[in-house]
Structures are given as C-alpha cells and as structure tokens.
C-alpha cells in the first residue's frame, strides 16, 4: 500500500511515495531525498539503531520541518535515514512506520487498499 508525503526541508520541499508499514516502528526516508531537500545527512549525531529484514544498523535521525500525509501535519517530525538499493528506490522513497500512524486514528481497508483517516 503506497501513500504520498510531502516533505518540507531546510533548501526544499518535495513530494514522495512511501510504502506503509505498519511493520516498522519508524519512518524511514531514503538518503537521497534528503540531501535533495537539503538536509545534511553526514554531520548527524542523532544515531539509532534498528532491525531490518537482514541485519542490524545504525541510522542517523533527522528532525523534518514539516512532514504532510494521509491529510496529516506533523513539524518537527524525526525520520530514519537509510540508503535503499536501487530497486527499491525506483518504486518507493521510503516506509511509513508507526511512530506516525500511531499519532491519528487511523483505519486500514486491506481488501479495497484503503487508508482512512477519522
């Protein structure tokens, strides 16, 4: 299930698909987008480290000015950075996690591919 975000950084603001995971308890946005917006991904101090479907990583947390989705506003909002393999990255800039959905009462139709937003 894909869903569109909007994201506003320091130089630029962009528009995005992420995947919805309600797996990931984070939102992970690719490293590409970022410093397309301008976020400085090389200086972070904010490290966290999570489980992927491989292995453990560490990945640098970012606070975006505002991140827009599923009708949502949140300023301030952190996201994961991560370096996606090319494959993934030519569908989907990302995964929506938990640490934002959890925020809204939200109902996910899986049989009509639905995200509702109460």
């Not at 989907?92 to 925020?103: E, R, W, Y």
């Not at 996910?108 to 509702?116: D, K």
Request: proline share 4%; aromatic share 10%; charged share 20%.
């Amino acid at each position: 299930m894909l869903t569109t975000a909007y994201l506003k950084g320091p130089q630029f603001d962009i528009s995005i698909k992420l995947l919805v995971d309600i797996g990931s308890t984070y939102t992970v946005i690719s490293e590409k987008v970022m410093r397309r917006i301008g976020v400085a991904v090389a200086n972070v101090q904010d490290m966290l480290w999570i489980v992927t479907g491989s292995r453990e990583e560490q990945l640098p947390r970012v606070r975006l000015e505002q991140f827009n989705c599923l009708g949502q506003s949140l300023s301030n909002f952190p996201v994961l950075v991560h370096t996606f393999p090319w494959r993934v990255e030519r569908h989907i800039a990302g995964l929506l996690g938990m640490d934002f959905l959890k925020q809204f009462p939200i109902e996910i139709r899986t049989q009509s591919y639905e995200i509702v937003v109460r």
